[in-house]
């Protein structure tokens, strides 16, 4: 999955938001992130069984095991817990929702910046149709 396989802006948005995490960009499981997350955020509302549905896609795609998308994101989080990333979920709530004492899981982490994104287009939602008024 490509860059132009997705509109641009919520690429961007998505690596941006992922290395203010922390995470790294030249490691396998960040572009399997990127595009999981992506993936999640044209699917729609229903985020359950994230990972089972999407690991094949990805394995496919990539021309790559499922084992291997798994694991590569798994390395990618443990990273980015690693070097207290994670702890950036504080700043964008603006109080402390995490304390670095647990990691998350692959669906948490897919889960949690689809969400991330979602309050952001929310937001920005709200934002234009106060500036129309």
Do not use: W
């Not at 690596?15 to 499981?29: A, S």
């Not at 069984?49 to 994101?73: D, F």
């Amino acid at each position: 999955m490509d860059k132009k396989d997705y509109d641009l802006n919520q690429y961007d948005k998505v690596t941006k938001l992922l290395m203010n995490f922390k995470f790294l960009p030249q490691m396998q499981g960040f572009e399997y992130l990127r595009s999981a997350i992506l993936y999640c955020l044209d699917k729609g509302e229903d985020l359950s069984g994230v990972t089972t549905e999407i690991y094949p896609i990805l394995a496919e795609k990539y021309n790559t095991q499922i084992t291997s998308i798994e694991r590569n994101i798994r390395k990618v989080i443990d990273k980015a817990f690693s070097f207290g990333g994670l702890l950036s979920l504080n700043d964008y709530f603006d109080t402390i929702v995490y304390t670095n004492k647990f990691k998350f899981s692959n669906n948490e982490i897919i889960s949690i910046f689809v969400e991330l994104l979602r309050l952001d287009r929310m937001k920005e939602k709200v934002c234009e149709k106060g500036k129309g008024a």
